[in-house]
T-cell receptor, first 115, second 115 residues
């Protein structure tokens, strides 16, 4: 079975500051990892995903995430926050091989951006 | 290309009443998912269809929830009778195929309030 833990239900940053949203995963098989963003009253939109190959993954809107197997982490970062980044962010995991391929989502982290 | 369409956007019902949600996936997408997202939590998969067949419904409360996908296109999710704890956003998503790294595209969701 796979699961993800998102550390911090809320993260608050100033506009222009570094954004760091934390995600740790648990998986009995090599994982696929995803970050989704959800704006108010909207569905989820894929930001980026890790499948195989390069461990540093670049996504849309200037976000990137690094897969660190030794730390079982897949933290999301953005060098400079923008007001439009304020949203709910979800980390998700699915499993390769014998694991379930249905994404399992974390509880989400709300990103608040102050002017 | 048109996205995943869901209706209604909002629904308020009394407990023990029935309710139905409708989803029209992206044209040509064989895989369709229904997720339940309770406030403050990540989405939880209720049921997955591949064309008009059920792939996974292990987390669907079958005593009160039902879903169908006739002709492998549109889908409806029904709750009968509703309970207070069913208050949530119901998200429909579709993807072009099954698979661990296939992106799922989400609709805007239906927000259900049971009073």
């Amino acid at each position: 079975a796979q699961s993800v833990t998102q550390l911090g239900s809320h993260v608050s940053v100033s506009e222009g500051a570094l954004v760091l949203l934390r995600c740790n995963y648990s998986s009995s098989v090599p994982p696929y990892l995803f970050w989704y963003v959800q704006y108010p009253n909207q569905g989820l939109q894929l930001l980026l995903k890790y499948t195989t190959g390069a461990t540093l993954v670049k996504g849309i809107n200037g976000f990137e995430a690094e897969f660190k197997k030794s730390e079982t982490s897949f933290h999301l970062t953005k060098p400079s926050a923008h007001m439009s980044d304020a949203a709910e962010y979800f980390c998700a995991v699915s499993g390769r091989g014998g694991g379930s391929y249905i994404p399992t989502f974390g509880r989400g982290t709300s990103l608040i951006v102050h002017p | 290309e048109a996205g995943v369409a869901q209706s209604p956007r909002y629904k308020i019902i009394e407990k023990r009443q029935s309710v139905a949600f409708w989803c029209n996936p992206i044209s040509g997408h064989a895989t369709l998912y229904w997720y339940q997202q309770i406030l403050g939590q990540g989405p939880k998969l209720l049921i997955q269809f591949q064309n008009n067949g059920v792939v996974d419904d292990s987390q669907l409360p079958k005593d009160r929830f039902s879903a169908e996908r006739l002709k492998g296109v549109d889908s409806t999710l029904k709750i009968q009778p509703a309970k207070l704890e069913d208050s949530a956003v119901y998200l429909c998503a579709s993807s072009s195929r099954q698979g661990v790294n296939t992106e799922a595209f989400f609709g805007q969701g239906t927000r259900l309030t049971v009073v």
